[in-house]
């Protein structure tokens, strides 16, 4: 991925925890082609990683791909952010980001005009990687519908953008509003296993859209998903041992730290990607243990084998792992 050095635009509140950045060559000159999904690596001073933030595209034309003069991002305040959204909230016009990319983790797939429609389902800040693709739809032709959900509907960015862009095929969801609230079970009967799916947003909600399709038969090459969220503990974790059996190291990995985490703090050099157990690039062979598997790229087959583990993400059910490392 190249880096660029952009110069902010305009900055714009789009919610009570969402704002927008467009973003610009200081030059004013053409930026990198991007589809829909993609996302930019910022560079956040002070972090050791660079924080992804989904490239947003609303307008309904190809070329807003193909020859962007402009890069939109849409970031949320977290309130447990450890630098990186609450850098991007003081951010103001006229102040330059450097960045990597575009990037594109969770592409939307080729298929012709007429197809079955897709459906998309985006939660909260979920919605950025999801609003290109209902844009790139619309742009090529092809029938969608977009499931918009959020607590409440004054916490829905970009929502007049949307509506205008999506039309009858938008359905907005609050959770504070009884008339409208998600029916997930719903939307999938009325939905096919013929049909692609796609949700961007909450661990929780892409959890039960993933179990909900497979419950419904759904084939996994139609079911597409973006996580935001990075490992996190969970309750009831506790620390265990790894024993990296190639290089002769034995670390102990804490409750709130992953083993990749733990491999950079010694001075080893893993190798990973997403940091979210999606990507398949931080595999490693179990020698010995039980894994504790929490990504989403192995099949159940897989993690039922116990011979392999995702060590951005997942842990150990033993008192001690063996790695081929």
Known sequence: MQTLKLIIREVRQESPLIRSFRLAREDAGPL???????????????????????????????????????????????ETSQGGSRHMHGLAEGDTLSVEGPKNDFPLHESPAGDEPVVLIAGGIGITPVASMAAALKAAGRDFHLHYCGRSKDQLAFLPELEALAGDALSVHADDDPSCRFDLQAVLAAASPRQHLYVCGP???????????????????????????????????????????????????????????????????????????????????????????RDYYLSDTEKASGKIIQICISRAKSARLVLDL
Not at 41 to 70: I, M
């Open 203 to 293: 661990k929780g909600l892409i959890d039960a859209v993933i179990a909900g399709a497979k419950a419904r038969h759904w084939p996994d090459a139609h079911v597409h998903f973006e996580l935001f969220a990075t490992a996190a503990a969970q309750a009831g974790d506790q620390p265990f041992e790894v024993e990296l059996r190639q290089s002769g190291r034995t670390l102990t990995i804490p409750a709130d730290k992953t083993i990749v985490d733990v491999m950079e703090e010694e001075g080893c050099d893993p190798m990973f990607d997403c940091k979210r157990g999606e990507c398949g690039v931080c595999q490693a062979t179990v020698l010995e243990g039980e894994p504790d598997h």
């Open 32 to 78: 990198p082609a991007f589809g829909p999904g993609a996302h930019l690596k910022v560079t956040v001073p002070g972090l050791r990683e660079p924080r992804c933030y989904s490239l947003v595209q609303l307008a309904p034309q190809a070329n807003h791909f193909a020859e962007p003069q402009e890069y939109r991002l849409g970031v949320r305040l977290e």
